[in-house]
């Protein structure tokens, strides 16, 4: 099975500071990748898939890059509603989905 | 607008069984996969299980696999998980999700997220 790391796993920043979380692969998910946003009390939400494509609706400052085995997660100018946790989840290997243990972003 | 509603949720002993349902509706609810997705309290995203559009295949997490079974009803546009042999590990908040391919062989990535229905295993 793929297993999945992130860092950091928390990350505390300014309102306007471009943050990065990184996600990696125990094994090439080519670009099989997604992110995902929670906040608190709520159900996750998609952000990216096929790493680097921007969900319908999600602002243009979230980007997502990379391949194979390491990837990320951009916010050019955090806001205040961005304050939540973000998963990464492969989906290469089909027949048992993997996500990461979440990367917790709040404001200084 | 595209919605997904869970129910069935609840308290059962460890040993137990326990049903889930999950009704779509705003979208065309037998052309796309549907996920199980659940998480323990105060804990990360865990995926349980997937069942393509048409019913025909059907994947398992291991931490499941032999104890769970996902089905799906297309006639009422509802999704069906049945837990068994239920331990206190399975407690968490229990999501079902829409695949984002229509027609879809395989899975992909969870566009459309319910609210979610808790599930508490104890004695």
């Known amino acids: 099975d793929i297993q999945m790391t992130q860092s950091p796993s928390t990350l505390s920043a300014s309102v306007g500071d471009k943050i990065t979380i990184t996600c990696r692969a125990s094994?090439?998910?080519?670009?099989?990748l997604a992110w995902y946003q929670q906040k608190p009390g709520n159900a996750p939400k998609l952000l990216i898939y096929?790493?680097?494509r921007l969900e319908s609706g999600v602002p243009s400052r979230f980007s997502g890059s990379g391949a194979g085995t390491d990837f990320t997660l951009t916010i050019s100018s955090l806001q205040p509603e961005d304050v939540a946790t973000y998963y990464c989840?492969?989906?290469?290997?089909?027949?048992?989905?993997?996500f990461g243990p979440g990367t917790k972003v709040d404001i200084k | 607008q595209v919605q997904l509603v869970e129910s069935g949720g609840g308290v059962v002993r460890p040993g137990g069984s326990m049903s889930l349902s999950c009704e779509g509706s705003?979208?065309?609810?037998?052309?796309?996969?549907i996920h199980w997705v659940r998480q323990a309290p105060g804990k990360g995203l865990e995926w349980v299980a997937f069942?393509?559009?048409?019913?025909?295949?059907?994947y398992y997490a291991d931490s499941v696999k032999g104890r769970f079974t996902v089905s799906r009803d297309n006639s009422r546009n509802t999704l069906y998980l049945r837990m068994n042999s239920l331990r206190a590990d399975d407690t968490g908040f229990y999501y079902c999700?829409?695949?984002?391919?229509?027609?879809?062989?395989?899975?992909?990535?969870?566009?459309?997220w319910g609210k979610g229905t808790p599930v508490t295993v104890t004695s």
């Open positions: 989840q492969q989906y290469e290997s089909y027949a048992v989905f993997s």
């Open positions: 094994d090439s998910t080519s670009s099989w």
């Open positions: 999700a829409k695949d984002r391919g229509i027609f879809g062989v395989i899975p992909t990535a969870l566009d459309v």
């Open positions: 705003g979208f065309t609810f037998k052309n796309y996969g």
């Open positions: 096929e790493a680097s």
């Open positions: 069942t393509r559009y048409d019913g025909s295949s059907k």
